[in-house]
């Protein structure tokens, strides 16, 4: 396995990530301000703030990171070259036209461990299964709509997040969901909640009564039943045992199931809304017809009277 994947807890870069670091920001030569930075719990997300008093923060999903560039990488490390040494340098690189992050470590160790468990946390988030990208995409959109960053959120404020995500609901039976994963009933759902509550509300009855009717105990289906499933009601014909347990590991949320040959009802519900439980066949979507034929065939096949 890649060392890069092997990202628990107990690695030890990954825990000094957690405990957190005073690494130093740096925008240009100019401007070189220290900044706390810490993994948080969720192993995906990470904040820092200007010091250890305050309440401004920041935060980041490591889902945004493309990657990381060591030593004097970028016009801004280049500047300061002379004054910091390029084993203690370090760039965060995202995504898209998001600006990268130029970090300054305060020890070459230091700097190592931020390097490789980032690396790590990339490698974890690009290889996540199905559902653990769905509940990750759930989480950055929290970080996006968390305006003030405290980290928590009332229902007036989910109410406008669930309108950013084009979620259709009814503000009675949201508010009630709402309540029930409010388990520390202060009226504020924090990242993890959040999750809860849109699963909950965003999961539909009719596949749920599907799993219902294929699952032997209503909390899991085994191989044989999603077997069974993917026979019956997807039509798929006969299919092989490869076939099924293919399904269970790309969706099967294996961690919450306890059984690597079975699928949660979160799994089911990934995989009927990913391409591979769509109604359309898989090698329909490539090139299956003869494309050797001149060009004026297909324009004359193509005319409205000759279907």
Not at 261 to 270: E, I, K, L, N, V
Request: with cysteine; proline share 2%; charged share 30%.
């Amino acid at each position: 396995m890649d060392p890069e994947g092997s990202c628990t807890e107990d690695d030890p870069h990954v825990k000094l990530m957690m405990e957190g670091s005073t690494l130093r920001k740096v925008k240009s030569r100019f401007w070189k301000k220290q900044r706390h930075f810490r993994l948080l719990e969720d192993g995906l997300t990470i904040w820092y703030k200007s010091g250890w008093a305050g309440k401004g923060h920041s935060k980041f999903s490591v889902s945004d990171l493309e990657a990381v560039r060591e030593g004097h990488q970028s016009e801004v490390l280049l500047s300061i070259a002379e004054e910091f040494p390029a084993e203690l340098c370090f760039t965060l690189v995202f995504h898209g036209r998001q600006g990268n992050l130029d970090l300054v470590a305060e020890t070459p160790d230091e700097a190592q461990a931020w390097i490789q468990g980032v690396r790590k946390l990339i490698h974890k988030a690009q290889n996540m299964d199905e559902q653990g990208r769905q509940d990750q995409w759930v989480r950055d959109w929290f970080l996006k709509a968390d305006k003030n960053k405290d980290g928590k959120m009332n229902f007036k404020e989910v109410k406008t997040l669930l309108k950013m995500m084009n979620v259709d609901m009814n503000e009675d039976h949201a508010l009630r969901l709402f309540t029930m994963a409010d388990k520390s009933e202060t009226g504020y759902l924090e990242i993890e909640q959040f999750v809860h509550f849109y699963k909950i509300l965003t999961q539909r009855d009719e596949v749920w009564k599907v799993f219902q009717d294929y699952s032997g105990d209503g909390e899991i289906l085994t191989l044989e039943e999603l077997e069974c499933f993917l026979r019956v009601e997807q039509q798929e014909g006969e299919l092989n045992c490869h076939r099924a347990e293919e399904i269970i590991q790309r969706y099967g949320t294996l961690e919450s199931a306890g059984n690597q040959s079975a699928m949660t009802m979160d799994g089911f519900q990934a995989y009927l809304c990913s391409l591979d439980g769509s109604i359309f066949k898989p090698e329909l979507l490539e090139l299956h017809q003869d494309m050797t034929q001149p060009l004026s065939h297909y324009f004359i096949s193509s005319s409205h009277n000759t279907y």
